[in-house]
């Protein structure tokens, strides 16, 4: 008997060990290019209204779902038990991806470290949707650090999150499910979720489920990054506490400035403020009350603070399961 709840660390290890797979074979591209066509399909029929957008986002959730159980079949005609667990484990794993984004970050680092301005605005613009071209490296480090922070939260710690409350409510099928609908809404925000013309309406569904999917982790995940702070020599659980419960409203977000601050805190830093997107400003609020020149060695301690809360969060929900023996599902 193998119990559901070690997925998770089997998924997490096997993250740090394979990394993403190539775009072209991404699940992640795929349900990109599903939403793509059901955005066409939508838009044909009822226009670019808020019913459209949510008939879209409703129709690329069931046709993941669908790949899902297609790739589930298979292992469910085995004569083992715990032949559910490995396309579990595997669905799981593409829906998080702490490696991606440490890789993506330590290019930033590596560019700042190296003198390289250029290059590390390039790097930084892979992971942030902001206007990059006038930063300089004080701008670069803090936009990359809040990056790390917030996918820790939509890319990592949410994903553990509803594995876990699928694999409570349904075993290893369940948490694939789970972990996979709060991916996809995820990737529905990424490309749906904009306040211009063209998706103001078609886009609030897809928005506001993935805003709600990520309000629970969103708050856990505040005490989780204080006490990975203890594990990291440099940062401050007990800023990262205080700064992230002070600050945990100052975003447009209603979930980012949670961890966001956290990071800040941890790290003795002010991250947020006034930006632009495409050569419109947005003058969002300081979020935490240190440094605003974040540097390179500031980067790479944001870095490990993400491996060490992505590592607690893994252990932490893994031995949630484990206690709640009634829900073991092999």
């Known amino acids: 008997m193998f119990p559901c709840p070690f997925i998770l660390p089997a998924a997490f290890l096997l993250d740090i060990l394979a990394g993403e797979p190539p775009n072209r074979f991404h699940p992640v591209c795929l349900i ?17 209204t808020f019913h459209a957008g949510m008939a879209a986002a409703l129709a690329t959730c069931i046709a993941a779902w ?24 595997l669905v799981i794993y593409i829906c998080m991806a702490p490696r991606s984004l440490a890789e993506h970050a330590r290019k930033v680092e590596n560019a700042l470290r190296s003198g390289n301005a250029g290059e590390a605005r390039h ?3 892979m992971i942030v949707g902001r206007d990059t071209e006038r930063m300089d490296v004080y701008g670069i480090a803090r936009a990359a650090i809040e990056s790390v922070a917030e996918n820790l939260t939509d890319g990592v710690f949410s994903t553990l999150f509803w594995a876990s409350a699928g694999c409570l409510a349904g075993g290893a099928s369940g948490a694939a499910s789970a972990a996979l609908a709060h991916r996809v809404f995820n990737i529905l925000d990424a490309m749906w979720g904009k306040k211009n013309d063209r998706y103001k309406h078609f886009g609030t569904f897809a928005a506001r489920t993935d805003d709600a999917l990520n309000f629970i982790p969103a708050r856990l995940i505040l ?13 401050s659980a007990r800023r990262a506490l205080t700064m992230g419960w002070a600050f945990r409203n100052a975003h447009a977000s209603p979930n980012s400035a949670w961890s966001e601050a956290a990071f800040a805190g941890a790290l003795g830093l002010r991250l947020g403020g006034p930006v632009s997107y495409k050569g419109i ?9 240190g440094r605003t ?33 009634h829900f073991w599902t092999s």
């Not at 005490?223 to 940062?235: A, D, E, N």
């Not at 603070?305 to 590592?311: H, I, N, P, V």
């Open 32 to 48: 990109g290019r599903c939403a793509r066509r059901m955005e066409t399909l939508a838009r044909q029929r009822w226009g670019g």
């Open 66 to 89: 669908f790949g899902c159980a297609a790739l589930f079949l298979p292992f469910s005609l085995l004569p083992y038990p715990w032949a559910p667990w490995i396309p579990s484990v």
């Open 123 to 125: 790097s930084v613009s």
């Open 223 to 235: 005490p989780c990054i204080s006490f990975s702070s203890l594990m990291v020599k440099g940062t």
């Open 281 to 289: 400003p947005a003058n969002y609020p300081w979020i935490g009350t």
């Open 293 to 325: 020149k974040a540097s390179a060695s500031d980067l790479a301690l944001a870095i490990r603070l993400m491996w060490t809360t992505a590592a607690t969060g893994t252990l932490a929900f893994t031995l949630l399961l484990l206690f709640t023996p």
